[in-house]
């Protein structure tokens, strides 16, 4: 078995195999959908989410680029509340707007989203997620599954987290878990330092699917790298990367055909890259920037010669006034053609 960092892989655990699941996590102010259309360029199957969004803002059109193209389907919408009522009124947002999932957010540990009650804080609250979880479920077809911690400050036992899986599954009829398996502490530490500071546990939630066996859940959290995925996947149903692929958007390009068994080619680097441009050039058309596009991009040549000034060249220069492919065109010419890439 592939050595996994940070990990405790309870002895008794038989690995099994079940339908592959892969995602991308959903990231606040990185997964938006020019993100997502650079992803999809890499792998067809892998799941893409978007970036968190709150009721209110969804529900008062100030995430008004929310939308979801043709072209980058599956993707899941993540949505911040604990309202049932607004709850349903953005799930159905949600299916007008093209989405193929809908994923509630009770993982975030932040103090703004403590404020508005939801987040990792609704761990606390199982019956109100059986609530917001139904509310939703009642007017969409689409599924909707939930993202959460293994556990919230003291609350850290392994019987907390299967009784909150438990009581929001029977009453809301929930089936799809994804488990951050680290627990959140709500205060002290900053959104950062919980996603470093408390430990891994992914015996903890190995443990949940064998109790639960009859439940989809996935795991998140500390994973890098396709190897370490392959891995997880001998004992759960799924698995979500969330930074290493954002820094690493490459990573993504063996998703298909080391997870799903494609015989589809693997996209070079400079042909995902040069796949983009079609894609800016509609989008500057409608008003948007070249650097809001271009930064999703910046990792695609990592620890390739050359990757530092390609960096660089986009990050001096795509934010200027009428910046346009060209940009991009420059900056492939700091990767040395020889390389094929």
Same mark, same amino acid.
């Given at each position: 078995m592939t050595q996994l960092s940070n990990t405790q892989v309870t002895p008794d655990l038989e690995p099994f195999f079940t339908t592959t699941h892969f995602s991308v996590a959903p990231m606040l102010n990185w997964t938006d959908h020019h993100c997502q259309h650079f992803h999809r360029l890499f792998s067809k199957n892998t799941l893409l989410y978007s970036e968190m969004v709150t009721t209110g803002a969804m529900i008062? /059109?100030?995430?008004n680029l929310l939308r979801c193209n043709d072209e980058d389907h599956p &993707?899941?919408?993540q949505l911040g509340g604990s309202n049932p009522i607004d709850l349903a009124m953005c799930a159905k947002l949600a299916v $007008?707007? /093209?989405?193929? $999932?809908? +994923?509630? +957010? &009770?993982g975030c540990p932040s103090d703004r989203v403590q404020n508005g009650r939801f987040g990792a804080c609704l761990m606390g609250e199982a019956n109100l997620v059986a609530q917001c979880i139904s509310a939703m479920k009642e007017v969409v077809d689409i599924p909707v599954t939930v993202k959460t911690r293994i556990g919230i400050d003291d609350q850290n036992s392994y019987e907390f987290l299967i009784n909150f899986v438990r009581i929001v599954h029977e009453r809301s009829g929930c089936s799809n878990f994804t488990i951050h398996a680290r627990i959140a502490w709500l205060s002290g530490l900053s959104p950062k330092e919980n996603r470093e500071i408390p430990p891994l546990n992914y015996s903890r939630v190995y443990q949940l699917k064998k109790d639960c066996s009859h439940l989809t859940i996935g795991i998140n959290g500390g994973i890098k790298s396709l190897e370490e995925a392959k891995?997880?996947?001998m004992f759960m149903d799924g698995v979500m990367i969330g930074r290493a692929a954002y820094q690493n958007p490459y990573m993504l390009a063996e998703v298909d055909q080391r997870l799903f068994g494609s015989n589809a080619p693997i996209i070079k680097r400079s042909d995902a890259v040069k796949a983009m441009f079609p894609y800016i050039e509609v989008q500057l058309s409608n008003g948007s920037y070249l650097n809001h596009i271009s930064r999703h991009m910046l990792g695609v040549f990592q620890n390739i010669p050359g990757a530092r000034q390609w960096r660089r060249y986009i990050s001096e220069n795509a934010h200027k006034p009428g910046s346009g492919i060209e940009v991009l065109e420059t900056a492939l010419t700091k990767i040395s053609s020889e390389l094929n890439i």
């Open positions: 008062h /059109g100030k995430k &993707v899941a919408l $007008e707007r /093209g989405y193929d $999932e809908i +994923n509630l +957010n &009770v891995t997880h996947l």
